[in-house]
């Protein structure tokens, strides 16, 4: 059996109940991804085109920097990494932390929330971001309240033990 890390980013909290679910169902470790600078309710507008997550979006060089770098990802086998969908992409605070470790040779299932947004380019988006030999699964929008079980059911679905 494989170690497992459910690594995530929540800018308003519904990533981050999903990710607890998901650790606690597959009996993973957790590691909160953090901004150093934190994200407010104004830089969050979605309406507002001068809001800063709406700048990061449309400037494709922008790298948050992290609030840290402790994540132990080389300890870990599948590395589960959650994050609210912003325009049909990940935050740009996501490819900073795929930028930050190396991922080679890790199986990474990617994860996301989303009011509205599907996953659009989003693995395109992130792949630079690892290795060629890190092995990518689109784990897909897991926006409904699911049960334990039902996320066990959803990662043996990926082929992911």
Do not use: C
């Not at 507008?45 to 400037?59: F, G, I, L, Y």
């Not at 990494?81 to 605070?93: C, E, K, M």
Request: hydrophobic fraction near 40%.
């Amino acid at each position: 059996m494989s170690k497992k890390l459910v690594a995530y980013f929540s800018a308003s909290g519904a990533t981050e109940q999903v990710a607890k679910t998901l650790a606690e169902a597959v009996k993973a470790d957790l590691y909160q991804i953090k901004p150093a600078v934190s994200y407010t309710s104004a830089d969050l507008n979605w309406n507002d085109k001068k809001s800063r997550s709406s700048r990061e979006m449309n400037d494709l060089a922008s790298r948050p920097e992290l609030a840290d770098k402790n994540a132990d990802v080389e300890s870990y086998d599948v590395i589960f990494i959650g994050f609210p969908i912003w325009w049909y992409v990940a935050p740009h605070l996501i490819n900073t932390f795929l930028e930050s470790y190396d991922f080679s040779g890790k199986t990474v299932v990617l994860f996301a929330t989303s009011g509205g947004s599907g996953f659009g380019k989003t693995i395109e988006n992130l792949k630079g971001s690892m290795s060629a030999t890190t092995i990518i699964k689109e784990g897909g929008l897991l926006n409904t309240r699911m049960s334990k079980d039902e996320m066990v059911e959803w990662v043996n679905q990926l082929g992911v033990e």
